[in-house]
């Protein structure tokens, strides 16, 4: 790999195990049968989980919209026990975090990726997070990796991205910065893969 000080890290398929969460099948399982053409309908129809993630509308906007009484409750709830961190990400980052800048890149609704990091005690690790649900644009709009650039003050060729979507690290290889597929979901790719946080290290060395 080019000389790389900074290493921007997707949240989800690659610090967290969960690659597309499963909130959806939790807020289905939270309401009765009879709610779920509604519950369809705010999903596919409205986009609520897209418009939140976004920065259109709160946490607590938008699980009140989806009918839960209580939101703050159900967002502790599904993230303490519906989403994992990788057991290999602490260790790395332990081993990494003062070589390298780790910058947060996540497509996530504000309060939630706030959440997690400090649930996770994750903070520490980071010179900066940029989150969707922060700067009003996400993942693979070019916006959101200049932002990251900007804030960062770093040139793209100083920087590789590590996320489980081939199609963001498409627009990340066109800005110039190194792309790494963390292989969470099989995705085809033609450049740089690692299968888990052992194998970046490795490939860091």
Not at 142 to 149: D, F, V
């Amino acid at each position: 790999m080019k000389k790389i000080t900074t290493i921007l890290l997707d949240m989800y398929g690659v610090i967290l195990e969960e690659s597309k969460g499963f909130f959806i099948p939790y807020t289905f399982g939270s309401f009765d049968q009879a709610e779920h053409e509604r519950l369809t309908r705010q999903f596919k129809e409205e986009k609520l989980f897209t418009r939140a993630a976004n920065g259109e509308m709160t946490s607590d906007e938008f699980l009140t919209q989806l009918g839960f009484k209580d939101p703050q409750f159900h967002m502790v709830n599904y993230i303490d026990n519906f989403l994992t961190l990788d057991p290999g990400f602490r260790e790395f980052a332990e081993k990494y975090y003062r070589q390298y800048d780790f910058v947060l890149l996540s497509n996530d609704v504000s309060e939630w990726s706030a959440y997690i990091t400090k649930h996770h005690d994750l903070d520490q690790y980071f010179t900066h997070k940029i989150v969707s649900g922060d700067v009003k644009c996400r993942k693979p709009d070019r916006r959101i990796y200049e932002i990251a650039l900007e804030r960062t003050g770093k040139k793209p060729e100083e920087c590789c991205f590590v996320d489980n979507s081939v199609k963001n690290l498409i627009t990340a290889a066109e800005l110039g910065i190194e792309p790494i597929l963390f292989n969470r979901d099989g995705e085809e790719y033609t450049g740089t893969i690692v299968n888990s946080f052992a194998e970046l290290a490795e490939l860091l060395g």
